[in-house]
């Protein structure tokens, strides 16, 4: 499925009065954008963003959610030595629908730590509107710790560096408390 994309560069260049060695480092500049711009798109051609397909209405249950995450979970490229589990935390009842809050944990297990001190979690809403058909597609986003975007599946490709950044952040904030208290 190739749809067009449209990529838009804009740079106000003002020529007046540079001399061509400026001329030259703006063209420059400008041929570097245009160039990552196609890298990216041809990237994106070839490897295009993942998902799966979700359940309805009509087919949900808290388990069945929680397989559907796990499974899109499984599509995100990331290496091997991260571990993860998902688990389902809590069904919301909101005016019109059903929030049901999963959380799924990351971790990087090792042979001296098979347990990991510290994690790091993304947050999944599957909401179930009380007005939609059964046959309506299910609404699923979902949010990293300490993140305020919200992402939905097959609009943002996962990058592994969210769950390292988020881990090292509280490795780092551990051992500051650790050395603020003396603690070896």
Known sequence: MNEPKNVK???????????????????????KDVIDAAVKFVEDADNPIKNIKWITHGEFTAERGRKQIEQFVLTWEYQRRWAHYTEFIERKDVIHSFHYIYCVRWSVPTAPRPIAKVTAAAYFTIKINKNKPPDAPIDVSYVFEEHSLVHRPGMIRFREKWPRDIIDAKNILIESIKLSLNIV
């Open 9 to 31: 560069i804009q740079k106000t260049v003002k020529l007046d009065g540079q001399d061509d060695s400026k001329v030259t480092a703006i063209a420059l500049a400008i041929v």
